[in-house]
């Protein structure tokens, strides 16, 4: 008997440390939808245990697949930093919004609410928001970053790699224009929507911590070069890096080692506050 429980004990250790890249289903009810993601967790981790955990997002035209297929030394991160990493679905061209001209497009309520409070219920969160952050390339850059604005309650720390983070500077691409309305008839959506606005204004006693990166060969180093200017008028702190690079998984595999070095850091810093 002493023998049967010992093994019983052994292989409950070895299932409840085991780490891995899973891929799940995270239902949607405001779209009436299913969507997979794919969760990364460290080396050694334990439901008994709480991690802190970094969502990152897809650009235009990807899926919740991307960032591990491009980069699978996400897992290595995960282990080094002892973060969970997410990467939802956020559709072909959602841009992370609840579009204000097409109802079946509710992306914002989906990750802003929906995963997080999925992602919580099964797996062992942190769940506050100095132990969650942000961060997504292009598309999902933007994302983050309004995401990071919508649910102040709900992220501490947000980031943009190459993000689009002025809508009019792409008004005839990306299809944003179906997500908010055209530039004429709903221009006040395309300022308020756009990150070079919004961002500056956020409440500095909400204390987001933010990270930019962007390459100086990107088609958007204009419009976050543009944002960081703002961000200084307005007194918002935050890291702006720029290196040399353009717009593709070259430039998104090494910024990213940057990005969750940063959340680390701010995850750390929290817990000392703590």
Not at 22 to 48: C, E, H, L, W
Not at 89 to 106: A, E, L, R, V
Not at 233 to 249: E, M
């Amino acid at each position: 008997m002493k023998k049967l429980f010992f093994l019983i004990f052994l292989i409950a250790l070895v299932f409840e440390a085991k780490s891995g890249v899973d891929t799940i289903s995270i239902p949607s009810n405001a779209m009436g939808q299913t969507f997979n993601a794919v969760v990364v967790t460290p080396k050694g981790y334990k439901k008994r245990k709480a991690y802190p955990t970094v969502y990152l997002l897809h650009g235009f035209a990807g899926n919740y697949s991307n960032w591990i297929v491009k980069a699978p030394f996400l897992q290595a991160l995960s282990t080094q930093y002892k973060m969970i990493i997410v990467c939802p679905n956020g559709g072909f061209s959602s841009w992370y919004f609840d579009s204000p001209i097409d109802t079946t497009m509710k992306y914002k309520t989906y990750i802003g609410k929906e995963v997080i409070d999925f992602i919580d219920s099964h797996y062992a969160t942190i769940k506050q928001k100095t132990a969650r952050a942000i961060t997504g390339l292009s598309m999902g850059g933007h994302g983050a970053l309004y995401l990071a604005k919508e649910f102040s309650e709900t992220f501490g720390a947000c980031g943009s790699m190459s993000g689009g983070v002025n809508l009019y500077a792409s008004k005839n691409k990306f299809d944003i224009s179906k997500r908010i309305g055209d530039t004429l008839l709903s221009k006040q959506n395309w300022i308020d929507y756009s990150a070079v606005n919004f961002l500056p204004k956020v409440n500095k006693q909400d204390s987001l911590k933010i990270i930019i990166d962007c390459g100086i060969d990107d088609f958007f180093f204009e419009a976050n070069q543009q944002l960081h200017h703002e961000l200084i008028k307005n007194k918002v702190p935050h890291d702006f890096i720029v290196r040399p690079g353009a717009h593709n998984w070259v430039y998104w595999t090494n910024a990213v080692k940057y990005q969750l070095q940063f959340f680390y850091e701010y995850f750390m810093s929290k817990r000392i506050e703590q």
